[in-house]
T-cell receptor
Framework: DGGITQSPKYLFRKEGQNVTLSCEQNLNHDAMYWYRQDPGQGLRLIYYSQIVNDFQKGDIAEGYSVSREKKESFPLTVTSAQKNPTAFYLC?????????????FGQGTRLTVV | AQSVTQLGSHVSVSEGALVLLRCNYSSSVPPYLFWYVQYPNQGLQLLLKYTSAATLVKGINGFEAEFKKSETSFHLTKPSAHMSDAAEYFCAVSGRLTGGGNKLTFGTGTQLKVEL
């Protein structure tokens, strides 16, 4: 079955460490997105990529980095520069750059700093 | 820039009662609007979308929403709540990204509780 897979589902990080969240899709979608979800704040866009080897900052990119070396993969690295990384992270994809009827979300990764 | 406002972070209804979740939008261009549902520790699932074809949009699980331009609203309704409807609901509007493409801008969410 086609879909988006995020791993791991739960992740614990020590302060000062970098961690990488995985997002893989087999939907042949061109565009991929990372959102951060915090209680009472909805979802906020971190980074997006409309095509392989290209990505753009979203609304809250500071302290994060991404890569898009393959169409299927869009990993997100939460760096030690991110002051408050504990959150639920959601990856999404869509065909082309049109997020209208064809946006799909992964199941999310819950990151906790310990 | 586009934005959405969801009124009421928590809504509680009795099983079998009407569900009404409110969403108002702000957009400088004709908007595309969405409702998503999220169950605990899961991703978002699309309930329905408005893309200007019809003002009354029917979605999955018996939900529907009506686009009212004069009120800049896109409220989500369901005639009879079921226990399985308990979840968090997000309204979203599609907006343009720098360099082309679109992104979804989400409201802050409404947690729906269904009581016996």
């Amino acid at each position: 079955d086609g879909g988006i897979t995020q791993s791991p589902k739960y992740l614990f990080r020590k302060e000062g460490q970098n961690v990488t969240l995985s997002c893989e899709q087999n939907l042949n979608h061109d565009a991929m997105y990372w959102y951060r979800q915090d209680p009472g704040q909805g979802l906020r866009l971190i980074y997006y990529s409309q095509i392989v080897n290209d990505f753009q900052k979203g609304d809250i990119a500071e302290g994060y980095s991404v890569s898009r070396e393959k169409k299927e993969s869009f990993p997100l690295t939460v760096t030690s520069a991110q002051k408050n990384p504990t959150a639920f992270y959601l990856c999404a994809s869509s065909k082309g750059t049109d997020l209208l009827p064809r946006a799909f979300f992964g199941q999310g990764t819950r990151l906790t700093v310990v | 820039a586009q934005s959405v406002t969801q009124l009421g972070s928590h809504v509680s209804v009795s099983e079998g009662a009407l569900v009404l979740l409110r969403c108002n939008y702000s957009s400088s261009v004709p908007p595309y609007l969405f409702w998503y549902v999220q169950y605990p520790n899961q991703g978002l699932q699309l309930l329905l979308k408005y893309t200007s074809a019809a003002t009354l949009v029917k979605g999955i699980n018996g939900f529907e929403a009506e686009f009212k331009k004069s009120e800049t609203s896109f409220h989500l309704t369901k005639p009879s709540a079921h226990m399985s409807d308990a979840a968090e609901y997000f309204c979203a509007v599609s907006g343009r990204l720098t360099g082309g493409g679109n992104k979804l801008t989400f409201g802050t969410g409404t947690q729906l509780k269904v009581e016996l």
